[in-house]
């Protein structure tokens, strides 16, 4: 896969400039004193949906409306954040959007994604279940399908990306948390762009391990995806195209148990009062689990905030949810 350009990343900047403000970009006291050394945090959990998603679905369907002007609208499966973001970018543009989810998804993202203006249906027992059947209605039904992985929507991610970059000190590493790849592959696309030696590192759970035995075997490796916490992380089957740049682009996976993740929601509160869902919380997670040097200096991307009340209380708690 190639990677969005410097151009093509303004570009994308300039079609969410219309939208958005970029996100705080701080380094908190606390959380470095915890980690021993300085980190940047990444705050996309400040976005209008509480995530990076809704950058690369304004990109991707303000690309796909001026090309579609005949559009009946798009359809998308999802475990939360990605419909947010298609959702709202469908409403921003007069789109109609359908969602699917897969059963017993979070409650408090589906009725983000319904008040957004989306037709939500529930489908399947994982995401991937959900996506084989999305796919199949947007035929019947005459929609276009947004995927979870598709380079106008790295386009997009790639701004949050540029944006920290461009405003941090040196980094010496950037942690991503890997759901299906976008992100991390935005993080690439903006460290190549600036022609920076900044490592990249990507963080998954190790109940949801496909990109990481992927990245190893150097082959797409299907596995389930268990993990109780970092639903925006539980997948199956890696795409093919992030795998490629992933493999160029990528010094390193690490997986990350669901009690750590855990932990490092909570360490987010209590250091700096932040609110992070499980995927948000887990690049921390994988920054803390390697250990740092306090000569450099790291980057830590928290992707979203969207966790359930109960599912929250329960983690601040103590108690495993």
């Known amino acids: 896969m190639i990677l969005p350009s410097l151009e093509t990343i303004h570009e994308a900047q300039k079609v969410l ?18 980690l021993g050394t300085e980190a940047w945090i990444k705050h996309e959990n400040h976005t209008a949906v509480g995530a990076f998603k809704m950058r690369g679905a304004l990109v ?22 990605h419909g947010q973001g298609v959702a709202m970018a469908a409403r ?3 789109l ?13 993202k589906n009725r983000a994604m319904v008040a ?21 209605l947007a035929v019947e039904r005459g929609l276009a399908m947004v995927d979870s992985f598709h380079e106008r929507l790295v386009m997009g991610t790639a701004t949050y990306a540029l ?7 040196p980094l010496t590493r950037v942690y991503v948390p890997i759901g299906l790849g976008s992100s991390i592959c935005g993080v690439c696309a903006a460290r190549n762009a600036l022609g920076l030696k900044t490592e990249v590192v990507g963080v998954v759970s190790a109940e949801s391990p496909s990109y990481a035995l992927s990245f190893k075997a150097k082959k797409v490796v299907e596995a389930p995806a268990r993990t109780r916490i970092a639903d925006g992380l539980a997948c199956r089957m890696p795409n093919e195209k992030a795998m490629e740049a992933i ?7 690490v997986e990350v ?14 250091d700096t009062h932040n609110l992070a869902e499980g995927a948000g919380a887990a690049a921390l997670a994988g920054a803390l689990l390697e250990g740092q040097r306090a000569e450099e200096r790291i980057g830590i991307v928290l992707t979203g905030g969207n966790v359930d009340s109960d599912v929250y209380r329960n983690v601040l708690a103590g108690a495993r949810s």
């Open 92 to 94: 921003l543009l007069g």
């Open 17 to 34: 400039s219309a939208y958005m403000a970029p996100t705080p970009l701080y380094s908190w006291p606390l959380l470095n004193d915890r």
């Open 163 to 169: 944006e920290m970059l461009q405003a941090a000190p």
């Open 116 to 136: 957004q203006g989306a037709e939500l249906l529930e489908y399947g027992h994982d995401f991937q279940e959900s996506l084989e059947f999305a796919r199949g």
């Open 96 to 108: 109609k959007a359908v969602v699917v989810v897969p059963h017993g998804n979070s409650k408090e």
């Open 60 to 81: 991707y369907l303000t690309w796909l409306h001026a090309r579609q002007l005949d559009l009946r609208g798009v359809i998308a499966a999802t475990r939360g954040n």
């Open 247 to 253: 493999w160029e682009n990528v010094a390193r996976i």
């Open 257 to 270: 148990s669901d009690d750590q993740i855990e932990d490092a929601m909570r360490i987010y509160y209590t």
